[in-house]
């Protein structure tokens, strides 16, 4: 059965820099989306994107964050300047219509 | 405000024994979510419930919704060990275009042999 990957399953960076999360849906979805679950949270909703562009995003997705979809297959949340409040298990998924497919994640820690 | 409520949160039951576990939301909504999580892992849907009445079973777990009361149920039936993990519903409110999810806090359940 397809699956949704996600690269790198853990990163620590240090507070100020940027990270690249990526992820690779499956392949015939349409819809992607990012969720983020700081540890023994709940999941926060970040952003949902189709056709190219955002179409909806929460107060967490602010000017720091952006999302990509670089090539036909690739799906990235950047981070431009981490801080600490950023570590989380940050999750992609996608969808092609009803039931969203999560990736395994991958557990961010800024230092 | 756009509210998720599950409860229990914590949920340690015998093998063998039935449970129910609550979810409620707070305005209307297009679907209902059902999901597992081991820890550390990701996670792995379970239901999507569409519709007032709707009902899906698989296995030891049944999950219901009904709209009008702004309620959702997911019945263990029979617990066994591996049924342990967090379960969390997630809700897509009208307002909200793009599948964005209102997760309810989860409810971690523990089945003892």
């Known amino acids: 059965e397809p699956e949704v990957t996600q690269t790198p399953s853990h990163q620590v960076t240090q507070m100020g820099q940027e990270v690249i999360l990526r992820c690779v849906p499956i392949?015939?979805?349409?819809?992607f989306y990012w969720y983020r679950q700081i540890l023994g949270q709940k999941v926060e909703f970040l952003v949902s994107?189709?056709?190219?562009?955002?179409?909806?995003k929460s107060e967490i997705f602010d000017d720091q964050f952006s999302v990509e979809r670089p090539d036909g297959s690739n799906f990235t949340l950047k981070i431009r300047s981490t801080k600490l409040e950023d570590s989380a298990m940050y999750f992609c998924?996608?969808?092609?219509?009803?039931?969203?497919?999560f990736g395994p994640g991958t557990r961010l820690t800024v230092t | 405000e756009l509210k998720v409520e599950q409860n229990p949160l914590f949920l340690s039951m015998q093998e063998g024994k039935n449970y129910t576990i609550y979810c409620n939301y707070s305005?209307?909504?297009?679907?209902l979510y059902w999901y597992r999580q081991d820890p550390g892992k990701s996670l792995e849907s379970l239901f999507v419930?569409?519709?007032?009445?709707a009902v899906k079973q698989e296995g030891r777990l049944m999950a219901s919704l009904d709209t009008k009361a702004r309620l959702s149920t997911l019945h263990i039936t029979a617990a066994v060990h591996d049924l342990s993990a967090t379960y969390f519903c997630?809700?897509?409110?009208?307002?909200?275009?793009?599948?964005?999810?209102?997760f309810g806090g989860g409810t971690r359940l523990m089945v003892k042999p």
């Open positions: 392949s015939n979805h349409l819809y």
């Open positions: 997630a809700v897509l409110f009208e307002d909200n275009a793009g599948n964005m999810l209102t």
């Open positions: 419930l569409l519709s007032n009445g």
């Open positions: 305005t209307t909504s297009d679907r």
């Open positions: 998924a996608s969808s092609a219509w009803l039931a969203l497919h």
């Open positions: 994107f189709y056709n190219n562009e955002i179409s909806e």
